[in-house]
């Protein structure tokens, strides 16, 4: 089984939040390649660090380690989604059809587009992504509640 988090749930591998238990368990159980992530998680989290680093939720030196384990790990336990054409013309219609925003949308896209040869359950614990992702027919789990569909 391949899992594709979105960043919010990427995040719960690396800082203790609701969800993290759930994220850890499969990130332990999950073979090198089995977590599948967009080409732009790397900035995504980035940012997302960055801003915990500016709120005072996490200190310089814990985000530059963080991110330097995420580093790693890209090389060897994450498998890539690229950020194609493909994907982007089929964000731009999930964006008509679910007002997403944009990177939500490119992070769902690359998901369909993986799933097209290897079925993946969509992380996330975004309410309006998830409905986005079940009218796809992509599985999904929400690390934060446990529920699935």
């Known amino acids: 089984m391949a899992y594709f988090p979105d960043t919010s749930a990427l995040v719960k591998i690396y800082v203790r939040e609701p969800g993290s238990e759930y994220m850890l368990r499969i990130a332990k159980d999950a073979a090198p390649g089995a977590m599948v992530i967009s080409r732009l998680a790397e900035v995504e989290l980035a940012a997302a660090l960055r801003t915990m680093e500016r709120t005072g939720r996490i200190e310089r030196k814990v985000a530059a380690a963080i991110l330097a384990a ?70 999904w789990a929400d690390p934060e509640t446990g529920a699935s569909g």
């Open 70 to 139: 995420f580093l790693d790990h890209q090389q060897w336990w994450f498998a890539h989604q690229s950020v194609s054409d493909t994907v982007l013309e089929l964000a731009v219609r999930l964006v008509d059809e679910h007002s997403l925003r944009a990177y939500d949308a490119v992070r769902l896209a690359s998901c369909i587009i993986y799933s097209v040869h290897t079925p993946a359950t969509f992380l996330c614990s975004d309410r309006q992504l998830l409905v986005a992702a079940a009218a796809a027919g992509v599985p």
